[in-house]
DNA sequence: AGCACGCCGACT
DNA sequence: GTCGGCGTGCTC
């Protein structure tokens, strides 16, 4: 791409380093003479950072120069720029997110992308190199040691930047000479037939498969002169449409709405999706725009792809986008950026790809999954795709279309949203909600009538255990006080062989006795798996019931009643389900309960084909009631009250950071680096112990401002200030779905 | 004195 | 992220 033309040259850079940390700030750097031409914003450089070579993308110019810059910029990649809509954006992400710039920039350029080596330029004698030679870091590291920064001073070595190369392919091609007598040479006859049929020029590997011939075949016909063999780079897996069907009626009329720019949302039911995003796929192509579909899991892309091609016509052309296709991937990113692909299908690695065509249209497929945010401390940006598409929709002004049917309040509550009339969800379940007031066993008369009709040939039934072991807590029948966790005061797990917290996943032994009253009326309370298919068991004397939990799968696909957590039974159909501890759901007090309570209360209903039967000691819980009644606007009301009350996101912002280290260290980095750096208006919550995936000395401290962009701001601050402090590792986390 | 280790800031 | 300086404390 073309640099603008600037008319002061630039004496200075900024360089965001694409060095994955908080503690480094964009440097600045001179730009030698020979570069002013190449070098401006989103120019991708080589520079010297602490005497090794660093890639970095410039994301500000200095035309005065600047006292701190005494290293030159050493390189500009010339094939490669960020177009200033992606930088700006990449930009905001980081300061959204309270992100370095390194992942961010990561996301929006080539994969791959690296210092290859050193290119020699020349060779002193006792050098095992060739001038023009490429010799990997490592290696140069390995034979110059300590020489190998004198030798770059010295400018015997380069530091060569780098893309990966396509993949090559075999073509074959007829040339321009008369045609041989083939009378006697049949394979080779039909071998030529072939090749002509496909217009005298084709890929070597098909061209043998599809003439069902062997290589020698054409060995001899490449010595008659006759074809000529040659490489060419990997075309990029383009898949052309298919004009095989008209997007849906209800789909393409939301479509319609999003070219106009701005965040959209359709409340449209999870199987719906497909048609949706080919609707907005052919929305685009039609007005001569890109589209970019974003998707939770990589396992939907396939699905995806075949939809939109059905209604793209022949001459557009969409393309799947996901780690695990090597190479190609790169090329796929090249025509993006140039334009050439229509429809880019993807995971959240592929929501800053530079789009080449203006305006492009985003659909984000069920927003509120939280596999759409790399989990911070991975690779990846540490931002819900949403924001990311929200920012993307105003920066290149395109438009983002949002599907969910319950989507995250967080969008829901987002001024300038729009929301697309839903359609209707005609598939409901009858809804039994049974109130256990008073009852005295843990499952009731109609759920257990529903499971023997199951058992019976009636269809199968999903029952929703709240986790895995035995029980949720350990309440003691004296005094009614729970066994705590000492370090979280969290009531602790019931698990087969002991008690466990399910926030830092401490393990303590099984008790005989309240710690509180002295009793030895301990008793487990609240429904997890192994309990439920314990009673299921006994009340039905039957022993096919089948569990379906934690990656374990018995018998889970034949058995007529099956039990397991939420998400595994959830992700399958049933005639009936069962949630036999609603109140588990809907008493959870942190933020962001209430709606993942609704969230899993709704989709209890939409798995069912007949028959949700609830069980509940509040039964005119308005949580409940909204999802039974597939009303999420009502629970909405209610719940954005609440969270602005409280000042919580959409309302305010909310940072979550995670610091690892012993009580002793974290608390001490805390009160020496982040209290003292809090501005006014934001307030600091914790240390608390981080939940058990993050390992045994991971700590949590929450900020949290009244307004987002201070609480984000604040978030870069202190993590920039850990990061410099300590070799403690630091990741944040902008609107955490758990506090 | 000689060195291993951990803390902490610099790096442009 | 990576390096190197410097202070602490231990060993020969």
Redesign the pocket.
Known sequence: MRPDPSPHPPAAA?VALL???H????????VPPKLRRGVTTGSVVV??????PRLGVVVGLLPEG?E?????ILRVMESLRLPSTTLKLCLRVCEEAAAPPAPVLRAALPPGLGIAGYRVLESPAGWPWRPGELVSCAAARRALG?GLREAEAAGLLEPVPSLPEPDTVELAVITAAPEPDLSRAPRQRALLEALRRRGGRWRVDELLREASASRSSLRALVARGTVRLLRTPEPPPLLKGLDSEEPERAAADAARRVPEGGGWLWRAPARTHPAAAAALAAAAVSAGRQALILLPEMEMTELFVERIRRVLPKNASVAAYHAGMGRARSALYGAAMAGRLDVLVGTRSAALIPLGRPRPLLCVVDEPNEAHRAEPGYEGVPLHVREIALQRAAVEGGGALFLARCPSLVLYGRPGVHEIPPPPEPRWPAVRIVDMRGAGSPLSRTALEACRRALGGGGRVGVVGNRLGYATSMVCGGCGAALRCPRCDLALTVLADGLSCPRCGRREPTRERCPECGSGRLGPAGLAVGRLRQELSRSLSADNTGLLAGGRNLRADEAPVVVGTPHPVLSRRWDCVILPDADHLLLASPAGARERAFRLLHRAAEVARRLLIIQTRHPEDPVLRAAVDDDYPSFARAELGRLRALGYPPFGGLVAITLRGSEE?VRRAVESWVRPALQPGVELWGPVPAPPADGPYAWRLLLRSRERAAAARAGRLVAGRL?????M?VRVEVDPEEV
């Open positions: 900024h060095v994955n940390t503690a480094l700030p964009p440097l600045s750097y001179l520079v010297r950072l602490s005497g090794r600047d701190r810059a005494r290293e030159e300590a260290e990061a410099r402090a300590g070799r590792s």
